[in-house]
């Protein structure tokens, strides 16, 4: 699919779609759960599908409710559900069930589509194996498809924090451990994500011990997880392109279902945007946002936040000066290089932008409508058509069905703000 975009003013309410990271954390909590859990409003597209693939291809029993979805755990009993688990282009989904996989004494084989076959998975693997699993890297060009088995026990593990996924899995199946479990993480990237974590093992009463600079994680092994009753919440990362979109436009949005109060490191974001100039109001679970009177470019360290490069990229292009989106060396291990994806799609726009190691830099730019390749990646197709909206003449955008996999309504909801786009199929 292509959308083809003019430019746009916008304005207006827009509500927020359910978190992708929430969605997938409790649909693991729910699979290895003790009981039948319910969890309300997740996000049911893309990301959130191939966690319910992956809860079934583990044992567990999935009713589909309305909006809700009723779930019945494993419990203890890791070894039901199938020999394959297919996650698509799910990165979390592929990290956070692995480790559940590897609970069992059965083997299963992990696979998913052409750009989640290119991410990194031997770090996980690696350490699980050292926590007692047998893994078997399938081809030999990349991590994915690969098989595990264990079962895996507590012990001390190293593991590699270049993204905090792997880290993630290992917290969320440690308490399931029949020891206690050790985690040393080296160069952890996105702790945010991690305090999400570690969030959900609070709220299940999950004894564990953290270390202050983050370095060590210990959890309490023989433990187990009760069925849960949770509501999803509204996603930041999300939020993120109308809150930018807002400032890259000159118009006012308000944002519904967007709690400050939550674990969130995307949150930020509207910290960022202020100090840029931009007027942000939160009102507790809403948020309106709308242009200052001069937007700056400065220099933002995204390591904490990492998908919110693309959407912020498009705004350097509006702010006086340079911004500087750095220290962010994980946004070239996602759905693709995201660095690269944005500086070469915002050149041909003609933006002024060049790669950093670690991050981009983009200079006040005039942008022009052209054709567009989205690399199949939801955020760089949403990012991209945030760019559509401030260029001057058309733009069109392909592979734009990724940006179903977070925000499968942004068509729908962008047009209700007042924006010129057209879905080509």
């Known amino acids: 699919m292509k959308w083809k975009i003019g430019k746009s003013a916008l304005g207006g309410s827009i509500m927020i779609p359910p978190s992708k990271s929430h969605t997938i954390r409790?649909?693991?909590?729910?699979?290895?759960?003790?009981?039948?859990?319910?969890?309300?409003?997740?996000l049911m597209s893309g990301d959130g599908e191939s966690a319910l693939t992956a809860a079934v291809a583990l044992g567990a029993r999935v009713h589909r409710e309305a909006h809700d979805i009723t779930i019945e755990g494993i419990g203890k009993h890791f070894d039901g559900g199938d020999d394959t688990v297919y996650l698509g282009n799910s990165g979390t989904s592929m990290r956070l069930f692995t480790s559940a996989a590897a609970l069992g004494s059965r083997r299963r084989t992990f696979d998913g589509d052409t750009s989640l076959r290119s991410r990194p998975m031997r770090p996980l693997l690696t350490a699980l194996e050292s926590l007692g699993a047998t893994t078997d890297i399938i081809s030999g060009n990349a991590d994915i498809p690969f098989a595990i088995h264990g079962p895996i026990r507590g012990g001390a593990v190293r593991i590699d924090g270049r993204t905090s996924q792997f880290l993630s899995s290992l917290l969320l199946v440690a308490p399931l451990f029949e020891g206690d479990t050790t985690i040393v993480v080296d160069t952890l990237n996105e702790r945010p994500y991690v305090e999400m974590t570690l969030w959900w093992l609070?709220?299940?009463?999950?004894?564990?011990?953290?270390s202050d600079d983050f370095r060590e994680f210990t959890v309490a092994g023989r433990q187990s997880y009760a069925a849960i009753d949770q509501c999803i919440p509204g996603d930041f990362s999300s939020a993120t392109f109308p809150a930018v979109a807002a400032a890259a436009t000159g118009a006012e949005i308000t944002l519904e279902n967007v709690d400050f109060s939550d674990p969130q490191g995307?949150?930020?974001?509207?910290?960022?945007?202020?100090?840029?100039?931009?007027?942000?109001?939160?009102?507790?679970?809403?948020?309106?946002?709308?242009?200052?009177?001069?937007?700056?470019?400065?220099?933002?360290?995204?390591?904490?936040?990492?998908?919110?490069?693309?959407?912020?990229?498009?705004?350097?292009?509006?702010?006086?000066?340079?911004?500087?989106?750095?220290?962010?060396?994980?946004?070239?291990?996602?759905?693709?290089?995201?660095i690269a994806a944005m500086a070469e799609e915002l050149t041909k726009m003609g933006a002024k932008?060049?790669?950093?190691?670690d991050g981009i830099a983009i200079e006040r730019s005039r942008l022009r409508g052209t054709a567009v390749h989205g690399r199949?990646?939801?955020?760089?197709?949403?990012?991209?058509?945030?760019?559509?909206?401030?260029?001057e003449g058309e733009t069109v955008i392909d592979t734009a069905e990724a940006a179903t996999v977070t925000y499968p309504t942004f068509v729908r909801d962008f047009r209700a703000l007042g924006a010129d786009i057209e879905e080509i199929e």
């Open 202 to 210: 609070d709220k299940m009463g999950i004894r564990h011990i953290v």
């Open 376 to 391: 199949e990646d939801h955020r760089i197709v949403m990012a991209l058509a945030l760019a559509a909206m401030i260029a």
């Open 353 to 357: 932008v060049r790669q950093l190691e």
């Open 26 to 42: 409790a649909l693991l909590i729910a699979t290895l759960a003790d009981g039948v859990s319910r969890i309300r409003e997740p």
């Open 266 to 338: 995307d949150k930020e974001v509207f910290g960022i945007l202020e100090r840029m100039g931009v007027v942000v109001m939160r009102y507790g679970v809403s948020a309106t946002v709308k242009p200052g009177d001069c937007l700056s470019g400065i220099t933002i360290d995204l390591n904490n936040m990492p998908d919110a490069l693309p959407a912020l990229a498009v705004l350097g292009c509006l702010a006086e000066g340079t911004t500087s989106l750095v220290n962010v060396p994980q946004a070239r291990i996602k759905e693709c290089d995201r």
